[in-house]
C-alpha cells in the first residue's frame, strides 16, 4: 500500500499559514528494513532540521522587516507614527499707553489668546451697526476659528492701581487648513477709538501670525466702502483674475 502524507494543523502568523509539523505515515503493515528505516529517520532529520531552518529564517526575515514567500519579498511597514503638532502660544502686546485727562492710565493690548466673552462681542457688533447673531452660532464661530485676534482698552485708576477696567474694542478672527490657506473675517473697531490707527495695528498683527504659522494663501471678504483700507495693506480685488463665487438658497 503506497504510504501517505497526513498535513498537520496550521498556525497563523501576520496573516502567513505556517504547518506547525509534518509527519509520515507508513499504512502497510509490512514492517520496513532497518536500511530503509536509516534512510527514512534520516530523510525525517533532514525534514525537521529544514522546518526549524524555515521556521528561524522567516522570524528573522520578521524582525529585519521583510516578510519572505514564494521567491517573493514584499516590505512589512510599521504603522507610521501621528505627527506631533505644536499648539502655537498666544502672543500679547502693548499697542499703546497712555496718560487720560483724569490721571489715570490706559493700555490699548493685543492679544492672540482668543479670550472673547460672546456678549461683550455682542455689545460691539451693536456698536458698529452689525445685525445681531444668534449668542450660539456667535460662541461656536470662535470656538472653531483657527485664530481669533482681540484689542482690549485696559484702563487703570491713578487711585487705586489694583483697580482696572477691561473693555472689548476690536476684533478679528481667522478660519484656516492649518496648512496653506486662511480666510480672515469679522474685523471690527470700536467706533470710540477708530482712527487711531488701531484697525491697521490689529491687521498687521493678524497677518504677521498668520505668516509666522507658515500661512501665506489669505483672503477675506470686506464691504466697498472698507476695500481702500484693506488695499492699503497689501490686499488685492480679484488677483490674477479669479473670481469668488456664493451660493444663495432660492427659497
Same mark, same amino acid.
Given at each position: 500500500?503506497?504510504?501517505?502524507?497526513?498535513?498537520?494543523?496550521?498556525?497563523?502568523?501576520?496573516?502567513?499559514?505556517?504547518?506547525?509539523?509534518?509527519?509520515?505515515?507508513?499504512?502497510?503493515?509490512?514492517?520496513?528494513?532497518?536500511?530503509?528505516?536509516?534512510?527514512?529517520?534520516?530523510?525525517?532529520?533532514?525534514? +525537521?532540521?529544514?522546518?526549524?531552518? !524555515?521556521? /528561524?529564517? #522567516?522570524?528573522?526575515?520578521? =524582525? $529585519?522587516?521583510?516578510?519572505?514567500?514564494?521567491?517573493?519579498?514584499?516590505?512589512?511597514?510599521?504603522?507610521?507614527?501621528?505627527?506631533?503638532?505644536?499648539?502655537?502660544?498666544?502672543?500679547?502686546?502693548?499697542?499703546?499707553?497712555?496718560?487720560?485727562?483724569?490721571?489715570?492710565?490706559?493700555?490699548?493690548?493685543?492679544?492672540?489668546?482668543?479670550?472673547?466673552?460672546?456678549?461683550?462681542?455682542?455689545?460691539?457688533?451693536?456698536?458698529?451697526?452689525?445685525?445681531?447673531?444668534?449668542?450660539?452660532?456667535?460662541?461656536? +464661530?470662535?470656538?472653531?476659528?483657527? !485664530?481669533? /485676534?482681540? #484689542?482690549?482698552?485696559?484702563? =487703570? $485708576?491713578?487711585?487705586?492701581?489694583?483697580?482696572?477696567?477691561?473693555?472689548?474694542?476690536?476684533?478679528?478672527?481667522?478660519?484656516?487648513?492649518?496648512?496653506?490657506?486662511?480666510?480672515?473675517?469679522?474685523?471690527?473697531?470700536?467706533?470710540?477709538?477708530?482712527?487711531?490707527?488701531?484697525?491697521?495695528?490689529?491687521?498687521?498683527?493678524?497677518?504677521?501670525?498668520?505668516?509666522?504659522?507658515?500661512?501665506?494663501?489669505?483672503?477675506?471678504?470686506?464691504?466697498?466702502?472698507?476695500?481702500?483700507?484693506?488695499?492699503?495693506?497689501?490686499?488685492?480685488?480679484?488677483?490674477?483674475?479669479?473670481?469668488?463665487?456664493?451660493?444663495?438658497?432660492?427659497?
Amino acid at each position: 500500500m503506497p504510504p501517505a502524507f497526513a498535513a498537520a494543523p496550521y498556525s497563523s502568523m501576520c496573516g502567513v499559514r505556517i504547518p506547525t509539523a509534518c509527519r509520515f505515515e507508513a499504512r502497510s503493515t509490512v514492517s520496513t528494513p532497518r536500511f530503509l528505516r536509516n534512510r527514512v529517520a534520516g530523510k525525517a532529520k533532514t525534514r +525537521s532540521a529544514s522546518a526549524w531552518s !524555515l521556521k /528561524a529564517g #522567516l522570524w528573522d526575515s520578521l =524582525r $529585519s522587516g521583510f516578510l519572505k514567500s514564494n521567491n517573493s519579498t514584499d516590505t512589512v511597514e510599521p504603522p507610521p507614527a501621528p505627527l506631533e503638532v505644536e499648539e502655537p502660544l498666544p502672543v500679547e502686546i502693548v499697542l499703546l499707553e497712555r496718560t487720560l485727562l483724569d490721571g489715570s492710565t490706559e493700555q490699548i493690548l493685543f492679544s492672540s489668546a482668543g479670550d472673547v466673552d460672546v456678549y461683550d462681542l455682542q455689545a460691539l457688533c451693536d456698536k458698529v451697526g452689525w445685525p445681531r447673531r444668534p449668542l450660539s452660532k456667535i460662541a461656536a +464661530s470662535l470656538r472653531n476659528s483657527y !485664530l481669533v /485676534a482681540t #484689542l482690549h482698552s485696559i484702563i =487703570r $485708576s491713578s487711585e487705586t492701581e489694583a483697580e482696572e477696567k477691561k473693555q472689548l474694542i476690536g476684533m478679528a478672527r481667522a478660519t484656516s487648513d492649518h496648512a496653506f490657506n486662511a480666510t480672515i473675517w469679522d474685523v471690527l473697531v470700536d467706533p470710540s477709538y477708530q482712527g487711531q490707527g488701531l484697525g491697521k495695528a490689529l491687521m498687521e498683527k493678524v497677518i504677521r501670525t498668520l505668516l509666522q504659522r507658515d500661512i501665506n494663501n489669505i483672503t477675506l471678504f470686506a464691504d466697498n466702502k472698507v476695500i481702500d483700507f484693506y488695499k492699503n495693506l497689501g490686499f488685492e480685488v480679484d488677483p490674477q483674475g479669479i473670481k469668488g463665487m456664493f451660493w444663495y438658497p432660492r427659497f
